[in-house]
């Protein structure tokens, strides 16, 4: 953000070239387009709002750390302690621990009786009405509630 005009601009490393037609070429081959998005030899996008667009149609938002594939499906990464996001892994978490929701090992999706759901491989929470919390794995690959401590 441009402090004097209140702008946002993009800051370019060391060594880029610019461009007759206002672009500017990275060292690492990346194109700053007068848009203020950036392209990359690998085909992908990086738009000025953070959201990556991949070649083959994934994004990524680094702002909100949704990772939405082409055909839709999206999952919440985290940020870890350096503030890298990640993604949480999909392993099963223990068995009977009481901050974690009940399991099903029969299906990937597990139902409460009052229609709430929780899909285990992913740690999202629906409740009925459709509002859905994001539950995160903790140190031991058990799934706890973002607010945890």
Do not use: C, I
Not at 63 to 90: C, I, R
Not at 139 to 145: F, H, N, P, Q
Request: charged share 20%; aromatic share 10%; glycine share 12%.
């Amino acid at each position: 953000m441009n402090k004097l005009t209140g702008e946002r601009s993009l800051v370019h490393p060391q060594g880029s070239q610019p461009n007759a037609n206002g672009s500017v070429s990275y060292p690492d081959g990346s194109v700053a387009l007068t848009d203020g998005s950036v392209k990359h030899p690998d085909g992908g996008v990086t738009k000025p709002d953070g959201l990556y667009v991949y070649a083959n149609g994934n994004t990524f938002n680094n702002t909100t750390g949704v990772f939405t594939f082409a055909d839709g499906v999206s999952v919440q990464a985290v940020k870890n302690s350096s503030g890298q996001w990640e993604f949480p892994d999909l392993k099963a978490p223990e068995a009977g621990k009481d901050d974690a929701p009940p399991e099903s090992s029969a299906r990937e999706l597990y139902t409460y009786e009052n229609g709430d759901t929780f899909d285990h491989d992913t740690g999202v929470f629906t409740y009925l009405q459709g509002t859905s919390v994001q539950y995160v794995r903790n140190s031991s690959g058990e799934w706890v509630a973002p607010d945890s401590k």
